[in-house]
């Protein structure tokens, strides 16, 4: 079914669009069937997760953080991760900037924005975000490549609810790419609501069990 399901995916979207199959918590059988069918791009959320299937599976796959991400454990993703969805604080970039110093990496990261209604999500609200952005502090990280936005929608059934948010993220994204930083990746769509996101101008989804199934 992976293999079918990724078809079925990848064939409605349009070239700027990477999927990042989001294979947290499903094993690494599961994984090297995404991989056996041509998928190179793989989510995770934990650090430790990541980590060891990293080492077991084939290196030419590029591993995305998605989770939260807790400064003492950024050390143990910088020697491969290929882009950190979840930049939400200074204080986490400047430890992902040391580090990857240490290492002599550049590593990539988004800047997560809180625009669902939910408050356990982790995230920037767009005041944080723009005063990130304005005061540019994250200009002296010679080691962090500041290269989009992420976002996650509400957990509601309201299409446009979700839409506006989207739509919200996408503008702010433009602001910021115009006056401040350029981007290229804006990473917003799950499972349930990517559609929505591609047609509200995503270029990166991140697409869990839609592929692998419920988990
Ligand atoms: C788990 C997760 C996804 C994928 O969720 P699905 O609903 O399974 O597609 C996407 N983004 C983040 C940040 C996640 O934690």
């Known amino acids: 079914m992976i293999r079918e399901n990724l078809k079925s995916i990848t064939s409605g979207l349009h070239e700027g669009v990477t999927l990042v199959a989001v294979s947290k918590t499903k094993p690494v059988e599961a994984i090297m069937e995404a991989y056996e069918a041509g998928q190179r791009v793989f989510g995770e959320n934990k650090v430790q997760e990541m980590t060891t299937k990293y080492e077991e599976l084939p290196k030419d796959i590029k591993w995305h953080l998605l989770g939260h991400l807790q400064t003492n454990k950024v050390k143990y993703i910088v020697p491969f991760v290929d882009l950190i969805h979840s930049g939400d604080?200074?204080?986490?970039?400047?430890?992902?900037?040391?580090?990857a110093g240490r290492q002599q990496r550049v590593v990539n990261c988004l800047i997560q924005i809180h625009i669902a209604?939910?408050?356990?999500?982790?995230?920037?609200?767009?005041?944080?975000?723009?005063a990130f952005f304005i005061n540019g502090h994250f200009r002296q990280y010679e080691h962090v490549?500041?290269?989009?936005?992420?976002g996650m929608a509400s957990n509601v059934e309201d299409e446009e609810q979700i839409r506006n948010e989207f739509r919200m993220l996408k503008s702010f994204y433009d602001k910021v790419s115009l006056n401040w930083h350029k981007l290229d990746v804006l990473s917003m769509g799950m499972s349930h609501d990517y559609r929505i996101a591609v047609e509200e101008g995503s270029t990166m989804i991140r697409v869990g069990s839609a592929i692998f199934g419920l988990r």
């Open 89 to 99: 604080s200074t204080k986490l970039l400047s430890e992902i900037n040391r580090q």
């Open 145 to 150: 490549n500041i290269k989009g936005l992420m």
């Open 117 to 130: 209604v939910e408050e356990t999500k982790f995230g920037m609200s767009y005041e944080e975000a723009e």
